[in-house]
């Protein structure tokens, strides 16, 4: 079994619909937990940490639940600039990252 | 501009060649990372340095060599490559588990 599991996608949306993304992990021992956005041909960029309290950053939110590990990350009121490929990750004390598979989401006007 | 700073982006090389791809960080991070990332694929991860020691191998193959000369820079030498190990080779570094920071990538043609 992967470490991190991720919905397949892709997924294809209008603008401003909500698109949620969800990931489960294997390891009950990791620590840390984030989604990154990757755009084509660049490298992925921290999106947010996911913290158990769940966070929210504008029209992101982001969700871990401990018990069912997994993580999910809703996005409201979709722009156009969010089309990329939305990656979950997971760590340990032993600083290794570990991602999804990635899902790609293109937002359409 | 990305804090983490890798050259070249772009290399080709031939399968008797030796090269090497660089990565330096100036944010005091103290773990340093090499992914190796595929088209349509998440990165994977090949190499982990904690404290400039080598703290986690994916089982890599040896013909990929890291080094880590200090704390602030990781290199990756290459030799005997073969074209599958062709792919975008992303270095990213990470005070501890809060936040992991990405170079750009060296995007390598193995021929």
């Known amino acids: 079994r992967k470490e991190v599991e991720q919905d397949p996608g892709p997924f294809n949306v209008p603008e401003g619909a909500t698109v949620a993304f969800n990931c489960t992990y294997s390891?009950?021992?990791?620590?840390?937990f984030f989604w990154y956005r990757q755009d084509c041909r660049k490298e992925p960029k921290l999106l947010m940490s996911?913290?158990?309290s769940g966070n929210e950053d504008g029209r992101f939110t982001a969700q871990l639940n401990r018990a069912s590990q997994y993580i999910s990350l809703l996005i409201r009121d979709s722009k156009l600039s969010d089309s990329a490929t939305y990656l979950c990750?997971?760590?340990?004390?032993?600083?290794?990252?570990?991602f999804g598979k990635g899902t790609l989401l293109t937002v359409n006007p | 501009d990305t804090e983490v700073t890798q050259t070249p982006k772009h290399l080709v090389m031939g399968m008797t060649n030796k090269k090497s791809l660089k990565c330096e960080q100036h944010m005091g991070h103290r773990a340093m990372y090499w992914y190796k990332q595929k088209a349509k694929k998440p990165p994977e991860l090949m190499f982990v340095y904690s404290y400039e020691k080598l703290s986690i191998n994916e089982s890599v193959p040896s013909r990929f060599s890291p080094e880590c000369p200090n704390s602030s820079l990781l290199n990756l030498h290459l030799h005997a490559l073969q074209p599958e190990d062709s792919a975008l080779y992303l270095c990213a570094s990470s005070q501890d588990l809060t936040e992991v920071t990405f170079g750009a990538g060296s995007r390598l043609t193995v021929l």
């Open positions: 390891n009950s021992a990791s620590q840390s």
């Open positions: 990750g997971s760590g340990g004390s032993n600083y290794k990252l570990t």
């Open positions: 996911v913290y158990s």
